[in-house]
């Protein structure tokens, strides 16, 4: 709704605050993670295919980010 317009950030910064950006980084939350027990951080499976969609997606993120804090 905002894309293009003078409000863009704020757009942006709503999509990230809602977790609709469309990407893993910015949408995953501590609830999205798996925690092993003992452990109080989450977990992530660095796998191939997950680095590969996090490098993809990461342009991406630079663009939401920087939009966000203009």
Same mark, same amino acid.
């Given at each position: 709704?905002?894309? *293009?317009?003078?409000?863009?950030? /704020? *757009?942006?910064?709503?999509?990230? /605050?809602?977790?609709?950006? *469309?990407?893993?980084?910015?949408?995953?939350?501590?609830?999205?993670?798996?925690? @092993?027990?003992?452990?109080? @951080?989450?977990?992530?499976?660095?796998?191939?295919?997950?680095?590969?969609?996090?490098?993809?997606?990461?342009?991406?993120?630079? @663009?939401?980010?920087?939009?966000?804090?203009?």
């Amino acid at each position: 709704m905002t894309d *293009g317009t003078k409000y863009d950030g /704020a *757009g942006a910064f709503a999509d990230w /605050a809602c977790s609709c950006t *469309g990407g893993i980084v910015l949408d995953s939350s501590y609830e999205n993670c798996d925690y @092993e027990e003992g452990s109080g @951080e989450p977990t992530f499976l660095w796998t191939k295919h997950n680095v590969d969609i996090l490098t993809e997606q990461w342009s991406r993120v630079q @663009e939401i980010a920087g939009k966000s804090t203009r």
